[in-house]
Each structure stands twice: as C-alpha cells, then as structure tokens.
C-alpha cells in the first residue's frame, strides 16, 4: 500500500525559504515518477516540479531558478527546497506518484497523493 506524507509547511516572509518533505511509504520513489504540485484556493491545481523515472527532473516556468526537487539516498524521500519565496507561492503543496509520467507536471498524469502541507508567504 503506498502512502505518501508531507511535512515542512509553514509561514514565512517574502524572501524566506522552506524545505518540503515527502516521505513515502510502500515502495522506493525512484521506481516511480514523482512530483509536488500546489492549489491555491480558487484555482487550478498546477505542477510545480517533477523527477520521471529516468531522474530527469523538471519544474514549472513560475518556480525556475528558485524551487528545487530532489531524492534522498535511501530513496524513500522526496525534498522541495523552495528560496525566494513570494506571496504568489501561497498555497497548499502536494506530493503525488504515479507508474509512468509522459509530463511530470501534469497532475492527470499520477494517482497517488499524499494530504497536503499549507505554505504561506507574508508580504
């Protein structure tokens, strides 16, 4: 049964950085494709980055250059380290993982996911 948990959420200023954590359960997450995605409310959930299984990673044009995706050695971790917050950023971030991800920031693409981690980002 796989299971997926998010963890690192929080408030912070314009600026700051916070590091997500997705901690999975029932397999390793270089088998599968893995992503963190976001929803603002009232809007559409949106792709933020992803890593495929071949480990190529890739992330959204609003996050380039700030946000980072990667893997733990021990494969059962997957990490969004975010700097230069903006209050743009503001939303509900999720993990999720799916078999096999044509795009990696597609959420139709995978079809497990974990409960959320809320971030905030003050002006």
């Known amino acids: 049964h796989v299971q997926l948990v998010e963890s690192g959420g929080g408030t912070v200023q314009a600026g700051g950085s916070l590091t997500l954590s997705c901690l999975a359960s029932?397999?390793?997450?270089?088998?599968?494709?893995m992503g963190w995605f976001r929803q603002a409310p009232g809007k559409a959930r949106e792709g933020v980055a992803g890593?495929?299984?071949?480990?190529?990673?890739a992330a959204a044009d609003s996050v380039k250059g700030r946000f980072t995706i990667s893997r733990d050695s021990a494969k059962t971790t997957l990490f969004l380290e975010m700097n230069s917050l903006k209050p743009d950023d503001t939303a509900m971030y999720y993990c999720a993982t799916g078999v096999y991800c044509a795009n990696v920031l597609s959420p139709s693409e995978y079809d497990t996911w974990g409960q959320g981690t809320q971030v905030t980002v003050s002006s």
């Open positions: 029932g397999y390793t997450v270089t088998a599968y494709c």
């Open positions: 890593i495929g299984t071949n480990g190529v990673a």
